[in-house]
């Protein structure tokens, strides 16, 4: 019912940035509550940050805190995901999620997700 398709990622040296997008498609994702995931090999698939449908409301993974910012144009059905200081350890498949009832970092609670974009940080 709801297509979510990210992009903007590739591959950046340490200490530089990148800006995701999630474009939604299908239901409109407007009314609902976003985040981003990430996943390295052989890593569990963590939380990273999340908005709430009217923007007001925010909520970061503790490593990414001061260095990624979420945000979101409603008007586009799209969600971005600003990452400043970049590390190598941000190296991960970013996953775009939409969550139709709940906030927070629990990623059961996410209904619909993206296929994922590569983010490469080189050292």
């Known amino acids: 019912q709801v297509l979510l398709v990210e992009s903007g990622g590739g591959l950046v040296q340490a200490g530089g940035s990148l800006r995701l997008s999630c474009a939604a498609s299908g239901r409109t994702a407007s009314m609902y509550n976003m985040g981003w995931f990430r996943q390295a090999p052989g890593k569990e698939r963590e939380f990273v940050a999340a908005i709430t449908w009217s923007s007001r409301g925010t909520l970061y993974a503790d490593s990414v805190k001061g260095r990624f910012t979420i945000s979101r144009d409603n008007a586009k059905n799209t969600v971005y995901l600003q990452m400043n200081s970049l590390k190598f350890e941000d190296t991960a498949v970013y996953y775009c999620?939409?969550?139709?009832?709940?906030?927070?970092?629990?990623?059961?609670?996410?209904?619909?997700w993206g296929q994922g974009t590569q983010v490469t940080v080189s050292s």
């Open positions: 999620a939409l969550d139709p009832r709940r906030f927070g970092s629990d990623r059961t609670w996410y209904d619909y």
